[in-house]
């Protein structure tokens, strides 16, 4: 089970920071994730990390701005969302699965384990 904490609101530039915690002492990931959606869309990747290298992979628009973290001992990733643009408002979600390969770790279909979702709205 995947618990997301965090969301909220932001004015445009600000910051937010997203955790996500898996519960569960047999579950070990070695990749979250973090994806986002929009009514009317699909889920969008926003941010991945391998849990054992700690490698991280962005969605372009976030580079630069997100950064996605990883405590293995809590079996937790963050996401920290600095200059925040109204663009990035949205339903956040992290995901975590045991058996993920490079070539899809941006996919959702990767992913077996979804948190409920944590709303960011960043206001202009």
């Known amino acids: 089970q995947l618990q997301a904490s965090g969301g909220g609101l932001a004015q445009a530039g600000g910051s937010l920071r997203l955790s996500c915690a898996v519960s569960?002492?047999?579950?070990?990931?070695?990749?979250m994730t973090w994806f986002r959606q929009t009514p009317g869309k699909d889920r969008e990747f926003v941010a991945a990390?391998?849990?054992?290298?700690?490698?991280?992979y962005y969605t372009d628009s976030v580079k630069g701005r997100f950064t996605i973290s990883r405590d293995n001992a809590k079996k937790t990733v963050n996401l920290q969302m600095k200059s925040l643009k109204p663009e990035d408002t949205a339903v956040y979600y992290c995901?975590?699965?045991?058996?993920?390969?490079?070539?899809?770790?941006?996919?959702?279909?990767?992913?077996?384990?979804w948190g409920q979702g944590t709303l960011v709205t960043v206001s202009s």
């Open positions: 990390i391998r849990m054992n290298s700690g490698n991280a």
């Open positions: 569960g002492r047999t579950f070990s990931p070695n990749a």
């Open positions: 995901a975590a699965a045991s058996g993920v390969i490079s070539s899809t770790i941006a996919t959702d279909r990767a992913y077996a384990y």
